[in-house]
T-cell receptor, first 112, second 113 residues
């Protein structure tokens, strides 16, 4: 375990479902991130949350909705996804913006 | 546009040999970081080099940074089969008020026993 825990590890959902991905860290880090990793593509930053700034990413479709209730927990709410949203979703945290990241093991999402 | 690009895309070497991976980027950076990833798992942070540093070592890892050429290299010495993984460079940039890491596509390293 890296200190960043993601659940579930695997998720299969239909296009009409609503599900949530959860990320938890108890490293005392003040920034958390969601990244999407698709086959043969670089990691794509989706959302950033930190004490210094909360940044929404306007390029991410609204069917992805982040929630950060406190500095230790981060959620990614999913609804009406498309098959092309199938990917590995990675959560990461860092002590502050610009520091090294600690990643979770990811959630492998398959949209059918 | 992609900030960091690794070269080569894939590298196969024998155990005991050195492995060198290169990373080029486009814009000014705050720092550059290297990560490894084993087959679809989470990434593991290896080393961070600041924009005012030129070289950094950590165990069998050696990282160089040339800001004039906007490039970095990762050298793994005396490679082991356990070093087989994908290696990514990531640049810490401040882009339109947002600060986060931008990752390259990675180099797949295969170390043959």
């Amino acid at each position: 375990e890296t200190g960043v825990t993601q659940t579930p590890r695997h998720l299969v959902m239909g296009m009409t479902n609503k599900k949530s991905l959860k990320c938890e860290q108890h490293l005392g880090h003040n920034a958390m991130y969601w990244y999407k990793q698709s086959a043969k593509k670089p990691l794509e930053l989706m959302f950033v949350y930190s004490l210094e700034e909360r940044v929404e990413n306007n390029s991410v479709p609204s069917r992805f909705s982040p929630e950060c209730p406190n500095s230790s927990h981060l959620f990614l709410h999913l609804h009406t996804l498309q098959p092309e949203d199938s990917a590995l979703y990675l959560c990461a945290s860092s002590q502050r913006l610009g520091y090294g990241y600690t990643f979770g093991s990811g959630t492998r999402l398959t949209v059918v | 546009s992609q900030q960091g690009e690794e070269d080569p895309q894939a590298l196969s070497i024998q155990e005991g040999e050195n492995a060198t991976m290169n990373c080029s980027y486009k814009t000014s950076i705050n720092n550059l970081q290297w990560y490894r990833q084993n087959s679809g798992r989470g990434l593991v942070h290896l080393i961070l080099i600041r924009s005012n540093e030129r070289e950094k070592h950590s165990g069998r890892l050696r990282v160089t940074l040339d800001t004039s050429k906007k490039s970095s290299s990762l050298l793994i010495t005396a490679s082991r089969a356990a070093d087989t993984a994908s290696y990514f460079c990531a640049t810490d940039v401040t882009d339109t008020g947002r600060r986060a890491l931008t990752f390259g596509s990675g180099t797949r390293l295969q170390v043959q026993p």
